[in-house]
């Protein structure tokens, strides 16, 4: 089981990569007794992501909490990594890899190197997510997500560390969904109704319904229609952790080489020197 040791830093800044869904909001709401001030990055990737900004709701209740001016929102564009990583030969790696890696991994790894270039730019030593075991596949749940994969996760937390930012998963092993879930009803936040422990929450027909509709988090329609079977059929995709490496690590490797050096260079940075002035960050492995 992937565990990282909680980092109590009080005095610096922390990322969260937001999407103001259970885990990542019980992220912040956990974060923010710990640190100075938490950085909220949701992340548009274009292609039907919609309802950005559904999350205000929640993010103004973290601000009552623990003060606006401790809890930053922000929407990063993540258009450009996207299709860096998605869009090449994308129905041969559909064909090849299944849905879900070709099309949520690239989102979900592009929304983890954003989080490496706004700690970058913005000198802040850390970031997390809500990644979580229980969305790991291999869990009797249908609804599960292969970048809560361990190895996919060491990955991002290696890469990470060679550009001198710290990934860790404070809530990986810490409690359950339910536990989350539940203290966070109980502080005044909302969830949408299909995270409720909702029968087939997925299910196309809920469509029809509501209380459907009452979101607090972003749409990402072609999400679901990547996982069309899941979501109509209650089929699993077979995803395992190996093909997700196989396919996400040499992606990562030309993002490594290629996309951050023209990055800063466009913007007139020189990353040599702005790595020289920040601190050597250790990558431990998943469960030591």
Not at 67 to 95: C, H, K, M, T, Y
Not at 99 to 123: D, F, K
Not at 191 to 218: A, E, G, T
Not at 258 to 265: G, S, T
């Amino acid at each position: 089981m992937h565990k990282t040791e909680m980092k109590e830093t009080p005095g610096e800044d922390v990322i969260v990569q937001f999407s103001g869904g259970i885990d990542s909001l019980y992220t912040a709401l956990f974060l923010g007794e710990k640190y100075r001030r938490v950085h909220l990055l949701t992340f548009d990737k274009g292609y039907l992501h919609c309802g950005l900004n559904f999350s205000r709701p929640n993010v103004k209740r973290l601000q009552e909490i623990l003060g606006p001016e401790r809890v930053i929102f922000q929407i990063v564009d993540i258009r450009p990594l996207f299709r860096e990583l998605a869009l090449s030969q994308l129905r041969r790696n559909a064909r090849d890899y299944g849905n879900e890696i070709a099309w949520c991994i690239p989102c979900r790894a592009s929304m983890a190197l954003s989080c490496m270039l706004y700690a970058l730019e913005n000198g802040i030593p850390a970031f997390t997510d809500g990644a979580n075991w229980e969305q790991a596949p291999g869990r009797e749940t249908i609804l599960v997500t292969a970048d809560n994969y361990p190895g996919y996760l060491e990955l991002i937390r290696d890469f990470a560390a060679d550009f001198k930012v710290d990934y860790f998963s404070p809530v990986y092993a810490l409690n359950s969904r339910q536990e989350r879930r539940r203290l966070l009803l109980e502080k005044g936040f909302f969830i949408d109704w299909n995270s409720l422990d909702v029968n087939r929450p997925k299910s196309v027909f809920n469509l029809f319904k509501p209380r459907y509709y009452r979101r607090y988090q972003p749409v990402c329609l072609s999400g679901w229609l990547a996982h069309w079977k899941r979501n109509i059929f209650h089929v699993r995709e077979d995803t395992t952790q190996e093909r997700v490496l196989d396919f996400i690590a040499p992606r990562l490797e030309r993002i490594r080489r290629e996309f951050f050096p023209a990055y800063f260079q466009k913007r007139g940075l020189a990353l040599e020197e702005i790595l020289a002035r920040r601190p050597h960050v250790k990558s431990e492995k998943s469960g030591k």
